[in-house]
């Protein structure tokens, strides 16, 4: 089960930041009136196994919080997508995907 942390202010995004060098960060940004959003995050909490000591993880509902997702592709230079993740490491995205692209396995390589 992941432990998503709602991200909800804008605020939350320099924590992020910080923490980020030193556990990668990840950010699951999902439209809850899209279908395909909808299989892209059931199938990445099924397939999801990586220790909370290594990632931290948000969720974010695009459809309350577009404020927020326009500021993660400006401050992080990632083309806004839905459904998408992101995986930030040192103040950095180091991998992201969208739609059938998100796929848990890869962040956990990723993140090892």
């Known amino acids: ?12 995004l320099e924590h992020i930041d ?3 060098v030193s556990k990668s960060m990840l950010i699951f940004k999902h439209s ?3 279908s395909i959003s909808r299989m892209a995050l059931k199938r990445f909490e099924q397939e999801y196994d990586i220790d909370e000591a290594h990632l931290e ?3 974010l509902d695009l459809l309350n919080h577009r404020d927020i997702s326009n500021e ?8 806004h997508q839905s459904p ?5 490491k040192n103040n950095k995205v180091i ?7 998100i796929d848990a396995t890869a962040i956990k390589r990723s993140v090892a």
């Not at 089960?1 to 939350?12: F, K, Y």
């Not at 993660?72 to 083309?79: D, E, F, G």
């Open 84 to 88: 998408q993740v992101l995986l930030i």
């Open 32 to 34: 809850t009136r899209c």
């Open 95 to 101: 991998a992201h995907d969208s739609h059938d692209g």
């Open 1 to 12: 089960m992941i432990r998503w942390t709602p991200l909800t202010e804008l605020s939350q």
């Open 57 to 59: 993880c948000y969720f």
């Open 18 to 20: 910080e923490a980020s």
């Open 72 to 79: 993660i592709a400006q401050r992080w230079h990632v083309q």
